[in-house]
């Protein structure tokens, strides 16, 4: 088999160590533990490796990335290589001193997450107290140190109806892209589906309140939407093809085709410690268990859509059936299809806010960086 071609992205997980607990957190069930994170001198070959590799840019993220004391000196790595670099983070730790050192490094974009457009309800949700209120300052220093600045809002039931208010929020905090991602089901927010999962006409109506704020705010605002596909037909090509385009390296050094997946139990990662990162993305077994077309099962096997959407989900197939080679079961074509829409439906019409909310202790969640 020929080579693949360079992954365009490289997620970077600096820490799994959060200040936040959203209830949705991509992060694995079992969070690695400080101790074992890589130290700079790792992060900074694998910069130089992923560089070597062909990848264009690097998302500093987590976790919270800002944990990390030495993020300035991986951005400044990142910018001698001539890698975009992008800081994805929670923003509560972050002042305007911190911010001007990340963009003296050479940072050259923030993504900040929120929660909702509403302080009690953003709070709740990522179990910080304090915390959107902090997020908007933050925001407003992001813009005045000169760096661009992109929201991103993960959406499901508790705060889809909201959805207006968060794009007049983005806009508001002249953010130059807002990100609104439905809630993708494994991991904690698979735990929390029964607080999480939307009914079908909130899908219906963030659909068409996307629709229309996306022509309304042309050449304001541009709105990047990862769709719910519970209730659609097909689903969505996931990573844009496993092992295509990205990969994720881990706080402890898992190289991963995709930032869940771990949540497929039944697979094992390779570290940056134990091979050169272009390695294992050449020929690692994880990477090429699901890459291209040849692992596929019927239906999928035989269909037009194989190359546009790669058999879609690995993470959700896995979540669902078990089976992560089986075909998404968001899909029309899949066996399952049916019993997943209906369990969507009985899910979003629980009537709880109760969440699992994501930890690994309070402790080590506020802990101090090295
Ligand atoms: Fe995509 Fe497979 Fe469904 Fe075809 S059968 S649309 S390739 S998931
Ligand atoms: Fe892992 Fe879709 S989230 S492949």
Redesign the pocket.
């Known amino acids: 088999m020929s080579a693949p071609q360079p992954p365009m992205g490289l997620l970077a997980e600096l820490s799994h160590r959060c200040p936040l607990a959203c209830p949705y957190c991509s992060n694995p069930l079992e969070l690695e533990r400080p101790r074992g994170e890589l130290t700079a001198e790792e992060w900074l070959r694998v910069i130089d490796e992923a560089a070597e590799l062909g990848v264009l840019q690097i998302h500093f993220s987590g976790g919270e990335p800002t944990l990390r004391r030495d993020l300035e000196q991986l951005i400044a790595r990142a910018r001698e290589q001539e890698v975009y670099s992008n800081l994805i983070t929670a923003g509560v730790l972050l002042d305007r001193a911190r911010i001007d050192a990340l963009a003296a490094a050479g940072l050259e974009h923030v993504q900040l997450s929120i929660q909702d457009s509403r302080a009690a309800s953003a709070d709740t949700i990522g179990g910080y107290k304090g915390g959107h209120a902090r997020k908007l300052e933050v925001a407003r220093m992001v813009r005045a140190a000169g760096l661009p600045l992109t929201i991103n809002a993960v959406v499901h039931r508790q705060n889809l109806d909201h959805l207006e208010e968060i794009v007049e929020l983005a806009v508001e905090l002249d953010a130059v892209r807002l990100e609104v991602a439905h809630t993708q089901y494994y991991g904690w927010a698979y735990a929390n589906r029964a607080a999480l999962m939307p009914s079908r006409e909130q899908v219906e109506h963030a659909n068409a309140v996307v629709a229309a704020a996306k022509e309304r705010l042309k050449g304001v605002l541009t709105i990047d939407y990862v769709v719910p596909d519970y209730y659609a037909k097909?689903?969505k090509a996931c990573m844009g093809g496993w092992g295509r385009q990205f990969l994720n390296v881990t706080p402890t050094g898992k190289v991963l085709p995709c930032h869940a997946a771990e949540s497929i139990t039944d697979m094992t990662f390779e570290t940056v410690r134990e091979r050169p990162l272009a390695a294992i993305w050449e020929d690692g077994p994880a990477f090429e268990r699901f890459r291209g077309t040849a692992w596929?099962p019927e239906?999928?096997r035989s269909?037009?859509?194989?190359e546009?959407?790669?058999?879609?989900c690995r993470c959700q197939a896995f979540a669902l059936t078990g089976d992560a080679a089986a075909?998404?079961p968001a899909?029309?074509?899949?066996p399952e299809h049916a019993s997943m829409v209906g369990l969507a439906e009985t899910e979003s019409a629980a009537d709880t806010r109760d969440f699992v909310y994501r930890t690994m202790g309070r402790k080590e969640r506020a802990g101090r960086v090295d």
């Open positions: 097909r689903p596929m239906p999928c269909c037009e859509r194989r546009i959407d790669f058999g879609g075909t998404d899909c029309g074509k899949s």
